[in-house]
Antibody, heavy 114, light 109 residues
Framework: QLQLQESGPGLVKPSETLSLTCSVSGGSIYNYYWSWIRQPPGKGLESIGYIYYTGATNYNPSLKSRVTISIDTSKSQFSLKLSSVTAADTAIYYC?????????WGQGTLVTVS | ELVLTQSPGTLSLSPGERATLSCRASQSISSSYLAWYQQKTGQAPRLLIYATSTRATGIPDRFSGSGSGTDFTLTISRLEPEDFAVYYCQHYDNSPMYTFGQGTKLEIK
């Protein structure tokens, strides 16, 4: 059974860079798209962006200037960096398999900007 | 920019009742690209339905989806206690990004 696990700091200071990693186990990272999605506390879901196993990326235009998603196929991991964070970036961050339709999700990790 | 509006915001029903959740798109969309997710408190969303009416693997047949154009519906035929959650509709297609609705909370009456 495919499993995804987010990891990274739960607290980030304003203006700094948020960094998260998603570890994929129980299945191959190859031949799939991998995404990051976030959810501010008590609010709805927002796309951040995705990466193909080849390294091709696409980002939400509203975050594009601050987002970098990368992948390390040798480690079966992909990562998110979000720069210049503010309190508005406080959210649960999910990693998921897929470009736009998601049937496998990580459990999510809360990142607070303060 | 496509906007998905879900209604009602909150739906209060009892176990055994039928639930009907609505998702309205700001412009006509292909029924091939409309999905529904269920999110329980403290959990990640779970894919229920894609392509408007196709149930994802392992989803009980009490969940069904329908609709076309701008109006889509998720129906839960007979509510079980574990069905009380927040439900999101989502539009996805071949364009780079996708859109979620704001969610409908299904609560126990």
């Amino acid at each position: 059974q495919l499993q995804l696990q987010e990891s990274g700091p739960g607290l980030v200071k304003p203006s700094e860079t948020l960094s998260l990693t998603c570890s994929v186990s129980g299945g191959s990272i190859y031949n799939y798209y991998w995404s990051w999605i976030r959810q501010p506390p008590g609010k709805g879901l927002e796309s951040i962006g995705y990466i193909y196993y080849t390294g091709a990326t696409n980002y939400n235009p509203s975050l594009k200037s601050r987002v970098t998603i990368s992948i390390d196929t040798s480690k079966s991991q992909f990562s998110l960096k979000l720069s210049s964070v503010t309190a508005a970036d406080t959210a649960i961050y999910y990693c998921a398999r897929g470009r736009a339709l998601f049937n496998y999700w990580g459990q999510g990790t809360l990142v607070t900007v303060s | 920019e496509l906007v998905l509006t879900q209604s009602p915001g909150t739906l209060s029903l009892s176990p055994g009742e039928r639930a009907t959740l609505s998702c309205r798109a700001s412009q006509s969309i292909s029924s091939s690209y409309l999905a529904w997710y269920q999110q329980k408190t403290g959990q990640a969303p779970r894919l229920l339905i894609y392509a408007t009416s196709t149930r994802a693997t392992g989803i009980p047949d009490r969940f069904s989806g329908s609709g076309s154009g701008t109006d889509f519906t998720l129906t839960i035929s007979r509510l079980e206690p574990e069905d009380f959650a927040v439900y999101y509709c989502q539009h996805y297609d071949n364009s780079p990004m996708y859109t979620f609705g704001q969610g409908t909370k299904l609560e126990i009456k």
